[in-house]
């Protein structure tokens, strides 16, 4: 039970990755997360208003299964296979999150500074999570998907669309990092 507790070094996890991307290519499937958002909103009806969501939502079952063992997946290592809440975080990160207001950093996964619910409620919370996501769920669509579909599926398929992407996702991810998360909080 250790073992499966204890992060994974990249010689475990990098094979196992490439044979669920093996398993997709072999059954002719693409990986990708922000796809499901056309399948949600086509199982949801959304095609009678745009033409974009009139797709047929079965072609994506899988898809779907795959969401949902995400979501059991995390609860379960949430829950049971976590051994505790803190997170080996580097000195110096501590240190620059404690300067723009995040207190106590690696204590827990989810700081209460981003994630407690009554920082969700506050109206700076709500317009940070609304204009984040967004940016996020426009800038997957813009994209042609999210940093998973492009960073595993695209990039093992030597596509340069998804370099480009994943090239645009850590430019972005600087940028927010370092210059509008600070502004921010």
């Known amino acids: ?3 499966i507790t204890q992060p994974w070094a ?3 996890a990098g094979p196992v990755i490439a ?3 093996f398993l ?3 059954f002719g499937e693409r990986f990708g997360v922000s796809s499901n958002l056309e399948t949600f909103c086509s199982i949801g009806g959304a095609g009678k208003f745009t033409d974009y969501f009139k797709i047929d939502w079965k072609q994506n079952s ?3 299964i795959f969401v949902a063992g995400a979501i059991a997946g995390g609860f379960i290592a949430s829950n049971w296979l976590s051994p505790s809440d803190v997170v080996a975080l580097n000195p110096q990160t501590i240190q620059d999150l404690s300067d723009i207001g995040i207190a106590n950093a ?3 996964y989810l700081p209460d500074e981003i994630f407690s619910i009554d920082t969700m409620l506050s109206v700076k919370g709500f317009f940070v999570l609304l204009i984040a996501g967004l940016m996020v769920g426009f800038g997957a669509r813009w994209a042609g ?5 492009h960073a595993i599926v695209g990039l093992s398929n030597l596509e340069i669309p998804s370099l480009i992407s994943v090239i645009g996702f850590f430019i972005g991810g600087l ?4 210059f509008i998360l600070p502004l921010i909080f």
């Open 62 to 64: 899988w898809n779907l």
């Open 1 to 3: 039970m250790e073992y």
């Open 10 to 12: 990249w010689y475990v």
């Open 175 to 178: 940028v927010m990092t370092w």
């Open 19 to 21: 044979f669920i991307m």
């Open 145 to 149: 998907g999210c940093t998973s579909g």
């Open 24 to 26: 997709l290519f072999y």
């Open 106 to 108: 690696g204590a827990t």
